[in-house]
């Protein structure tokens, strides 16, 4: 940061005064470079830190001097004004946020700023609260130093996969699938392990010494279910400010609450229903291992148990001393390296790979030899998670067993997390896919506790403690690990060729269904490029679709870069709109494609999204549909809903108004919208104080009566496996 900034920051701090004072004293900078700023809003958040706010608050002027805007994008983008950052110490924060909003007839704060601004000193006075959960839970930890983190991660396994006799029932089952929000779901557990895990690193450290004690009791007394909710509940604290700083949300303070809520309610119903359609679909495919057809396939379940009833006691052992426990022997005779590293797949792999050849927009037979990073393809991180299945069955049988000289519940606790000395675990996985690649897995799937970024347990469920690993394994064969790993690496599924499948299957059913269709449209306009994904033309209308090809996000931080996707898709959209309006620019872009096509008025445009989020949605006037059920209006044009089949067509055949009465608002995502009614979730964060978020809840009863009332009805049928 340039020292002049600096030296006026120090010149008006303190001062009520302060932009008469620079605006006398200082010729105004034009505007700052971008690492300029940055290392400048680094500055601000270190003096907040240390506790210097009025040197803080003075640099944040100066920045807001040199250019407003810039200023508070970037301030939301790094999280400038998140309590969280800071321990939940926000008096300070609060003084200086107070102070600019004071400054906006000064400065010129347009509306969404100053609501911004405004939202942001609502989230602050939660601060106080948080901050005491937050020392509570500290001294908490501290006090179950030797035995919390095991504890906490038993139950947060357990979630995952329960001891035989604490099953839940079916009904508690589907409301967790589906994120009812009165359940204290596996992944929200997992959330409040997360920040037990940070709180732990940041306070009193994690050794190995750890990884041994199990407060049995404290499980038992629900010690460590109300520990893991504090967690999750200061968890939601941060996903509010992510909410208010990265997305169309805004904060409100009133009688003891603070409530988050979307300033579109669109928004939030799209994101909710992205949700649900994805637990959806997740159900459908986890019901397809008993289809018919893959009743002739090999179970690995099946392969474990058989080895279990052989030779049980080679491949796990009950120990009593110096507590009584059961201990993997993981031993790799050449039976199981055959069972685990043959190419062959498993009944319960099948659907994986399906669904994930769906998401990826590939085929089956493709997926199998994509690489996933350098040197590991995705049947190598199969045959990893093979492994880890095999000795979760192995495991769980034995634990499933009745125990007649001690307490299963008991010995459940003790046995659960497995601690493996990382070069054990790494000679057995190099005997299934090599020592190279077992290298690179583990380092993949694996979180050092000494590390200073996120921990997240179904991104890397392998916890390193000094030389060992602790093992959830049901977390472990619970987790979509191809998916999981993409995400945390930023890194896509892609064929070998490297271009984007789903826009090349986008552009298979357009055609298919007599479009004309031109790829990946760009031409330099008066200076400007405008860049379009797919164009297509049928009947006089022209549509524009920009393709954003991202696996489902499944918390605040991920939705913020498909959100972040989504906004560059509307930015270039508007710009191809603003070109492609002119008949005279159609008629030069058909020429020079070679279409016999006719100038027209009729324009539309889509952003259309791999995953289900924001689907049903309008951003800068662009419909956001997903890309597979735009594929279905294309192609054959029904859904089901329940086990009832509509034709969603006006006619037989497909129509031109059928792809344009899907992207309008007489379309089936409007029917899902129109079965939401409005619910608020409410969690209490200390000494009173609450924060609520306003959301949505789907109908089905509803949902089913409006698509009843609208399509012609096909029939019943019976879902068998991973449709889109």
């Known amino acids: 940061m340039e020292s002049s900034v600096r030296a006026i920051a120090k010149r008006i701090r303190g001062r009520d005064a302060w932009l008469s004072l620079v605006k006398a004293e200082s010729p105004k900078p034009r505007y700052l470079k971008a690492a300029e700023r940055t290392e400048a809003l680094r500055a601000i958040a270190d003096e907040i830190k240390t506790g210097r706010m009025a040197y803080a608050l003075a640099l944040a002027r100066v920045l807001v001097w040199i250019e407003p805007v810039p200023f508070l994008r970037e301030a939301r983008r790094m999280g400038l004004f998140r309590a969280s950052k800071y321990a939940f110490r926000g008096e300070g924060l609060a003084y200086i946020v107070s102070s600019l909003l004071r400054d906006a007839a000064a400065i010129g704060w347009s509306e969404s700023e100053q609501r911004y601004l405004s939202s942001v000193l609502a989230l602050l006075s939660v601060a106080p609260a948080a901050n005491a959960a937050r020392r509570a839970l500290v001294a908490a930890l501290r006090r179950k130093q030797p035995v919390v983190l095991k504890s906490c991660l038993v139950l947060v396994d357990r979630a995952f996969r329960p001891p035989i006799d604490q099953m839940p029932d079916t009904e508690t089952l589907i409301a967790q699938e589906f994120g009812h929000p009165s359940v204290f779901s596996p992944e929200q557990k997992a959330s409040g392990l997360s920040t037990i895990v940070a709180l732990m690193r940041e306070t009193i450290g994690i050794t190995p010494s750890l990884t041994v004690g199990v407060d049995k009791r404290g499980i038992r007394d629900g010690v460590y279910e109300r520990l893991l909710q504090d967690a999750a509940r200061l968890g939601l604290v941060h996903d509010a400010e992510v909410l208010v700083d990265a997305f169309p949300y805004a904060a409100e303070s009133a009688h003891g609450a603070v409530t988050v809520y979307p300033l579109d309610d669109r928004l939030e119903q799209s994101v909710r229903l992205g949700y649900v359609q994805m637990g959806i679909q997740l159900h459908i495919r986890r019901q397809a291992t008993s289809a018919p057809d893959l009743a002739g396939v090999v179970s690995l379940e099946d392969c474990a148990l058989d080895f279990y009833r052989q030779v049980g006691t080679r491949l796990i052992q009950r120990k009593t001393t110096p507590v009584d426990r059961y201990v993997m022997t993981l031993p790799m005779i050449p039976q199981i390296i055959g069972v685990l590293s043959g190419t062959g797949l498993y009944r319960e792999e099948v659907p994986y790979l399906q669904g994930l050849a769906i998401d990826a927009f590939m085929k089956f037979s493709e997926l199998e030899q994509v690489a996933l990073f350098p040197g590991v393809k995705i049947l190598d991180l199969l045959r990893v998670q093979r492994f880890f299945a095999f000795m979760a069955a192995v495991f769980f049988e034995a634990l499933d067993q009745p125990v007649l000289d001690g307490d299963r519940d008991e010995l459940d606790m003790r046995s659960r997390i497995p601690v493996l000395p990382v070069q054990m675990l790494t000679d057995r996985l190099g005997e299934i896919v090599g020592s190279d690649v077992a290298a690179r897995i583990i380092k993949l799937l694996s979180f050092d506790a000494d590390d200073a970024r996120h921990f997240d347990i179904q991104y890397t469920p392998l916890l390193k403690i000094g030389d060992y690993f602790m093992v959830p394994m049901s977390v472990l064969v619970a987790s979509n690990l191809v998916r999981n790993t993409l995400c945390r690496h930023s890194a896509r599924l892609l064929p070998a060729g490297g271009a984007d499948p789903m826009q090349s299957a986008l552009s298979h059913s357009l055609t298919a269904a007599g479009f004309l269709v031109a790829a990946e449209i760009e031409r330099t306009i008066d200076g400007e490029t405008m860049e379009v994904d797919l164009v297509a033309y049928r009947e006089g209308n022209l549509f524009l679709l920009e393709c954003k090809n991202a696996f489902h996000p499944t918390d605040p931080h991920e939705m913020r870069t498909s959100y972040g996707h989504i906004e560059k898709a509307a930015r270039q959209l508007g710009r191809s709109r603003k070109w492609l309006s002119s008949l005279e620019a159609q008629a030069k872009l058909f020429k ?110 509803l949902l089913a009566k409006i698509t009843a009332s609208k399509y012609s009805h096909l029939g019943t049928q019976q879902q068998d496996a991973p449709k889109e």
Do not use: K
């Open 592 to 701: 020079e494609l070679g279409w016999w096509a006719s100038p027209t008025g009729q324009l539309h445009s889509c952003i259309v999204t791999a995953n289900r989020l924001f689907t049903g949605y309008s951003l800068d006037g662009h419909p956001i549909r997903q890309a597979h059920e735009l594929r279905m209006v294309l192609e054959c044009g029904e859904i089901t809903v329940g086990a009832e089949s509509y034709r969603i067509w006006r006619s037989e055949e497909f129509g031109t108004a059928d792809l344009i009465d899907y992207l309008g608002e007489a379309g089936i995502s409007q029917d899902w919208v129109a079965a939401m009614h409005e619910h608020t979730i409410v969690a209490r964060i200390a000494a009173g104080q609450r924060l609520a978020f306003r959301t949505f809840l789907l109908d089905t009863q």
